[in-house]
């Protein structure tokens, strides 16, 4: 193992880590903004719910062009400007005091996210050897949950639930985490490999390559199914914890439900993913969108904190085996020069992330926080939706790749 670590790029562990402190700040203030709105500003569960999806309405309208311009002008460049960025946007939150001011901070937010993500990732692709990339991806997925272990429990300390504190804090840590990657592209700049300037797609071309991908259209169609169910973990979750009657002090709870699966995530991830490496690559994916929905359907029937628990730790077990996995398959199906555009528009299915504050918070509306099971039922079963579409995607990956050896075979 000490090998394999030995072997990752500098600037590979310059983002990893810097994704671990860049959550950890994140998770003390953005997931607790959905019951900052209802509680200090007295938004109504429909009002937070629009504010709290717009940062993945604008993620979606412009996470392909993050991805497609990376590959034409370089990840430096991009990944520089996005993130800096962000750090501001983290002091407009900090200074916001009106509905429409969140709006537009969650709105830039959004933004800045869609555009550093998929090029952080495609970064990591390019400067990551083949045998070592899914150690690089999860070495990345556990640190998005080592820094969401402390950030929830933090925040709740520092009441990010009636203050706008702990942005302030957010802001800092990304001006700093962009100062590093700063000096890291001066110091690895000639070991970072070129960008494709030459073969990267033009957008149109770039758009109807990816729609026209067989095995690709349909992952994207599933995993938006699939990112609707979680997205209500941090949205839906949040409203209906604080509201419930059957809960107390569900903001303190909704904090250790938190913290609870990002240590779950950091227990099994090792394990689980040493267990499906060897799967077909969308066998993790069906498996995790069946416990997510069951997960969902649970959180509905639970009257008592030991119920929750296992629904925390069931929906964790689905998000490790969804999102761990959908990194490689992306790397998997994606030719190299395009590796930039297909990580960039996989994000397109974060459209389910913007229906999900919109569609939990109309059920709270409709039917109220007393009424789990009528707020959660037709959450699980919209979820549960991604699973044809996702075998649809093994069928054809698996007749493509029998093609691609058979082919390979009679050269």
């Known amino acids: 193992m000490k090998q394999y670590l030995r072997q990752i790029h500098p600037l590979a562990w310059t983002i990893i880590i810097g994704t671990m402190f860049g959550r950890l700040v994140t998770s003390m203030s953005i997931p607790f903004l959905s019951i900052y709105l209802t509680r200090v500003l007295e938004a109504t569960p429909t009002q937070t719910g629009i504010t709290v999806a717009v940062s993945s309405l604008a993620g979606v309208m412009v996470s392909f062009y993050g991805g497609y311009i990376s590959d034409r002008i370089g990840r430096k460049i991009v990944m ?27 709105t830039l937010n959004g933004l800045c996210r ?18 070592n990339k899914l150690l690089v991806f999860n070495l990345r997925y556990a640190a ?10 933090i925040g709740f300390q520092l009441g990010s639930s009636e203050s706008t504190f ?20 001066k110091l690895q700049h000639a070991n970072l490999p070129e960008r494709h300037q030459a073969t990267a797609p033009r957008l149109r071309e770039a758009l109807m390559t990816t729609g026209r991908d067989r095995v690709f259209l349909p ?25 419930s ?7 303190q709870m909704f904090s250790y439900m938190l913290s609870l699966n990002a240590v779950t995530v950091l227990i099994i991830q090792y394990p689980l993913v040493r267990t499906f490496r060897n799967f077909p690559p969308l066998v993790p994916l069906i498996v995790g969108n069946l416990l997510v929905a ?29 999102f761990t996995m959908m990194d490689m398959l992306i790397d998997r199906i994606a030719k190299p020069e395009w590796k930039g555009t297909y ?4 994000g397109f299915n974060n459209i389910g992330s913007v229906i999900a504050p919109v569609m939990g918070g109309v059920l709270l509306s409709q039917f109220g926080a007393e009424n789990g099971l009528a707020v959660f039922l037709p959450i699980a079963l919209t979820t549960a939706l991604g699973v044809p579409f996702l075998l649809i995607a093994h069928r054809r990956l698996v007749v493509r790749e029998k093609q691609t050896e058979s082919t390979s075979l009679s050269m």
């Open 343 to 346: 990580f960039g528009t996989i």
């Open 219 to 243: 992952v994207l169609i599933g995993t938006t199914f699939c990112v609707l169910g979680y997205g209500h973990f941090s949205s839906t979750l949040a409203q209906y914890l604080a509201r």
């Open 80 to 106: 520089l400007i996005s993130v800096f960025s962000w750090a501001g946007v983290f002091f407009i939150f900090s200074a916001a005091e009106h509905l429409w001011m969140f709006f537009v901070a969650n």
């Open 245 to 251: 009657p059957i809960f107390e002090n569900g903001s």
């Open 144 to 153: 998005i949950n080592l820094g969401v272990v402390f950030g929830p429990i």
């Open 166 to 185: 702990p942005f302030v804090i957010s802001g800092l840590v990304y001006i700093a985490y962009g100062l590093v990657l700063f000096l890291q592209f």
């Open 114 to 131: 869609a555009v550093f993500e998929p090029t952080s990732r495609a970064l990591l692709s390019d400067i990551t050897s083949p045998e």
């Open 294 to 322: 069951t997960s969902l359907m649970m959180v509905g029937i639970a009257e008592g904190v030991l119920m929750m628990m296992m629904s925390v730790i069931l929906f964790t077990i689905g998000e490790v085996l969804l």
